[in-house]
Structure formats: structure tokens, C-alpha cells
């Protein structure tokens, strides 16, 4: 490089200017866009072609971490899934989505997807967390959630006591209180997959 050229200096810009200024293109034109926000006519054609990708985007992004999906239906659809499953308190792993999303592949509905193209490898699932601003966090809260029919138990509990001990006149001395604890295997992960930025984790 000569002495006399000066390097420019590259500028990145957040979704929400970029949609700004496609808005501001479309109610006028181009040319005027990149001279109202000083920018190259350039970008302002290439930001119209991408104007569906940017309000997809978070606002604060200033570029899609990834490429753009290639089954757009099926994502949108998995996300909603990974919500719901977290609205209800339920853990998601990276696995669970890998699974998930095999399972969805074979519905009629998403016809573009074929199980030939689409193997929901550990890199795609990477990559539709990032399109999704979705992360692994380690759970900050355990929830514990009491059965709705509890009070009906203890009551029903109650009775079957009572009739057994006048029935057989048992002495107090003979009644013993035991807590059990469950168990099982299949062990649940103390990390799930949830929203960036999320301040209690909770399962």
C-alpha cells in the first residue's frame, strides 16, 4: 500500500439501523437512503435483499452469526417447541433438539425437507441456536411443583389408616412412618438449553 492511500476503515452496523434504513429506502429511493445516513448505495441494496433475514434478527445483532437457514419452516416450528418446553418447566438438551427435529423432518408438511439433506448434525443444532438466541446454562433454581389432587391424597390416606387400625386393632406403637424416594436412571441434566440472557433457570 502507498504511503499516500489511506485504508478505510470497515463499518458494521446493528439490524435496527439496517432496517431503518431499508424503511427509509422503500418511502424514497436509494440513493437518497445512502445520502441521508452516509452510507454506500451498495449496501443499502444489499440490506433491501436481506430485509426478511434482519427482522429476524435481534435488534442489537450487527450480523447474522451464521448463514441463513435452509428449512426456515422447521426452525420456526422447533423454536416454538423449545419455548413451550421451558414455559412448562421441562429440560431441553442439544440432544433433545437433534431428536426433535429428525422427528419433525418426516412430517408431510415441511415437503422441502428431505431426510437425505437434512441430518441435524451437532454443528446445525450450533447454528440454529445462534439464528434463535438460544444457549446451554446450568440451572440456577429447581422448582418443585406439589400434585393438584395432594389434599385429596393425604385425606384419602388418612381414611385407609384409620380403618385398618379399628378393623385390626392396631396399637400406635405398631404404625410406622416411612418416606420414600424415587429413583431412576435416567438421570435428569442440570443444564438445558434456554434463551441468552435468562437470569433464573429454573427445571
Not at 439501523?17 to 444489499?46: G, P, S, T, W
Not at 445483532?61 to 421451558?86: G, H, M
Amino acid at each position: 500500500m502507498n504511503n499516500g492511500e489511506i485504508k478505510r476503515k470497515r463499518s458494521a452496523y446493528y439490524a435496527a439501523f439496517k432496517l431503518k434504513v431499508v424503511e427509509y429506502a422503500e418511502a424514497n429511493n436509494n440513493c437518497a437512503a445512502a445520502r441521508e445516513f452516509c452510507i454506500n448505495e451498495k449496501k443499502v441494496r444489499e440490506w433491501q435483499k436481506n430485509k426478511t433475514t434482519l427482522k429476524d434478527m435481534p435488534r442489537s445483532k450487527k450480523k447474522c452469526p451464521t448463514r441463513c437457514a435452509s428449512f426456515p419452516e422447521l426452525e420456526k416450528d422447533l423454536n416454538n417447541w423449545v419455548v413451550e418446553c421451558r414455559q412448562n418447566g421441562y429440560i431441553v438438551t442439544r440432544t433433545g433438539i437433534r431428536l426433535r427435529a429428525l422427528q419433525m423432518s418426516k412430517d408431510d408438511k415441511y415437503k422441502s425437507v428431505k431426510p437425505s439433506m437434512f441430518v441435524a448434525s451437532a454443528g446445525w443444532c450450533t447454528r440454529f441456536m445462534n439464528r434463535h438466541g438460544l444457549c446451554l446454562c446450568q440451572r440456577t433454581k429447581i422448582a418443585q411443583k406439589l400434585p393438584r389432587d395432594l389434599e385429596e391424597k393425604i385425606e384419602s390416606f388418612q381414611r385407609f389408616i384409620i380403618k385398618y387400625r379399628k378393623e385390626y386393632a392396631f396399637e400406635l406403637s405398631q404404625i410406622g412412618n416411612m418416606d420414600e424416594t424415587p429413583m431412576t436412571f435416567d438421570l435428569p441434566s442440570n443444564r438445558t438449553v434456554t434463551g441468552v440472557g435468562e437470569k433464573t433457570v429454573f427445571n
